[in-house]
C-alpha cells in the first residue's frame, strides 16, 4: 500500500473506532467557522499502552518559543521549559491544548499529527497551552513538514484552515522518554524516535481493516 494511503487509512481508521472523552469538547481555532465542535476521544490500541487521546480539527499557527520578535501575540517563551530555553516553534513540530483541557495528555508527551487530505505526516509534541476552549494551534515547524503555506508573501502568518488534520497524542510517553517541563528539550529526530514505537503499536490495530 501507498505510504501516504496507508496514513490516511490509518488516521481515519482512529478517528471512526475512538471513543469520546467525557465533557472533552472544544472549538475549532477557525475564525469563519466559529460554531465548528471539535471532540476528544480515546483509542485504546494494545494492553502494555494508556489509550491514544485522538481529534480532529484545524491548525493556527503558533510562534511561541522563536527566537524572532515576531508581532502579538507572540510570546518568546512556551508552557513547557527547561530553565531559560523554550521550545523553538521554528525548528520543533508541536501542538498546542487548550489551557483548560482535561485530558491526560501532558506537556512533552509525544504523538502524530496526519493530513486526511495528504497522507504526510510528522510527529509532534506537547509544549504550548493555548487559550480555554479553543483548540487547533501548531508550531511553525509543523506546518512546514506538512508542507502548508503558512506565511502570505507579506509576513502575515495565516494557519491551515482546512478541519482535515488528525492528531494522535500518547499520554504517559513524555515521562517515559525524558521529556517534560524541566527536562531537555528535545530535536526533532528524538521526538520521532520516541514516538515510533508508540505509532508502530497503534498502526498494527488498523492493518488488517479497510
Not at 494494545?46 to 507572540?74: E, L
Not at 516553534?89 to 499529527?113: F, Q
Request: glycine content about 8%; hydrophobic content about 35%; charged content about 15%.
Amino acid at each position: 500500500m501507498n505510504i501516504q494511503v496507508d496514513m490516511k487509512h490509518i488516521a481515519n481508521y482512529v478517528m471512526n473506532h475512538a471513543k469520546n472523552y467525557p465533557n472533552e469538547v472544544y472549538w475549532a481555532n477557525v475564525v469563519d467557522r466559529p460554531s465548528e465542535r471539535v471532540y476528544l476521544k480515546t483509542y485504546s490500541y494494545g494492553p502494555d499502552y494508556t489509550p491514544a487521546t485522538v481529534w480532529k480539527t484545524s491548525a493556527q499557527v503558533d510562534t511561541d518559543g522563536s527566537p524572532i520578535n515576531y508581532p502579538p501575540p507572540h510570546d518568546p517563551n512556551t508552557s513547557l521549559m527547561y530553565g531559560d530555553q523554550a521550545v523553538n516553534a521554528e525548528t520543533i513540530p508541536y501542538i498546542v491544548l487548550p489551557k483548560n483541557n482535561k485530558n491526560n495528555v501532558m506537556l512533552g508527551d509525544i504523538g502524530i499529527v496526519i493530513d486526511t487530505t495528504t497522507g504526510k505526516s510528522v510527529y509532534v509534541i506537547y509544549a504550548d497551552k493555548g487559550p480555554a476552549g479553543k483548540i487547533g494551534e501548531a508550531s511553525i515547524a509543523m506546518h512546514a513538514a506538512l508542507g502548508f503555506q503558512y506565511k502570505t508573501s507579506s509576513g502575515k502568518f495565516i494557519g491551515h484552515d482546512d478541519l482535515d488534520l488528525v492528531y494522535i497524542m500518547f499520554p504517559g510517553s513524555g515521562s517515559k522518554c525524558g521529556y517534560g517541563y524541566g527536562k531537555p528539550i528535545p530535536t526533532a529526530a528524538q521526538i520521532a524516535n520516541c514516538a515510533i514505537p508508540y505509532f508502530n503499536a497503534l498502526k498494527k490495530t488498523t492493518s488488517h481493516s479497510s
